[in-house]
């Protein structure tokens, strides 16, 4: 990176582990940005959350799906996952476990124009992630004014602000965390 003559990361967040890691080669913040479509508003028979992009560990898919039977307890929900992964084996099992066939659709990769679609739709948007960049999800999902919940690290407060954009919670925090 040291011999690049330029690097550009979407926020000062991704800047400021560059330069931890002593990258001396001029660094720039440039946003990122979305475009808005026009896309199929889904009619969702029930409360629907959706959560998208690859299916690995730190993006803990896993504990939204551990606390869906607390959930179903309180309103009838249906939780759909968009994406692939090494984690998706594990998530269908753990979902299997729970009895919770019926309550989480497994979507997999879908196209651009799908997955706005059901985010557009979607009662609510959840990025429980431990660790993001700076995610073009959370911003679509801002776009199309679906509520979102999600971890409040680094990546997602460039963007993100607690009771007004998002509701964010600690992911350290077992009390506060999903």
Excluded: C, W
Excluded at 24 to 51: D, G, H
Aim: without cysteine; charged residues 20%.
């Amino acid at each position: 990176l040291n011999n690049a003559s330029l690097i550009i990361t979407p926020n000062d967040y991704l800047r400021s582990i560059l330069i931890k890691s002593g990258v001396k080669a001029k660094i720039s913040v440039i946003e990122n940005a979305v475009e808005k479509l026009q896309v199929e508003k889904r009619q969702l028979p029930i409360y629907t959350i959706t959560m998208a992009g690859r299916l690995v560990a730190h993006k803990r898919f896993d504990k939204i799906i551990q606390i869906m039977p607390k959930l179903l307890q309180n309103i009838n929900t249906e939780i759909i996952i968009i994406g692939d992964g090494p984690e998706m084996i594990r998530l269908k099992q753990i979902a299997r476990s729970l009895n919770l066939e019926n309550n989480i659709k497994f979507l997999g990769t879908l196209d651009y124009r799908s997955t706005m679609s059901y985010i557009s739709s979607s009662d609510l948007f959840i990025m429980p992630s431990l660790y993001e960049g700076m995610s073009h999800l959370l911003l679509e999902a801002m776009l199309y004014k679906t509520p979102i919940l999600a971890s409040s690290i680094q990546g997602n407060l460039s963007i993100l602000k607690d009771k007004e954009n998002a509701l964010l919670f600690n992911p350290e925090n077992k009390e506060e965390s999903i």
